[in-house]
């Protein structure tokens, strides 16, 4: 099934992007409002911090999350499929 695509206003770090995806209007709000945190808290560690290294390091933060969680999930649905074998 495919999802029906949105366009979606975002404003990041005080630049305007156009987001074209899936998601809910809820959805990228709250993406778009976290992006904004966690640039904001890299930026207030290094304040001499470019926008463009803050940027980097914000997604490779959010890559090592991804890769963590996707671990954990594989590991919950090996001991489901463990538990359910018995």
Request: aromatic share 4%; no cysteine.
């Amino acid at each position: 099934m495919n999802e029906e695509k949105r366009r979606f206003k975002a404003n990041i770090d005080g630049k305007d992007y156009v987001i074209i995806g899936p998601g809910s209007v809820g959805h990228m709000t709250a993406v778009t409002e976290l992006l904004n945190t966690q640039l904001a808290e890299i930026q207030n560690l290094s304040p001499n911090i470019s926008k463009e290294d803050a940027a980097i390091l914000l997604a490779f933060n959010a890559i090592s999350d991804q890769i963590k969680y996707k671990s954990e999930l594989n590991d919950l649905k090996k001991q489901n499929q463990d538990q359910s074998q018995d």
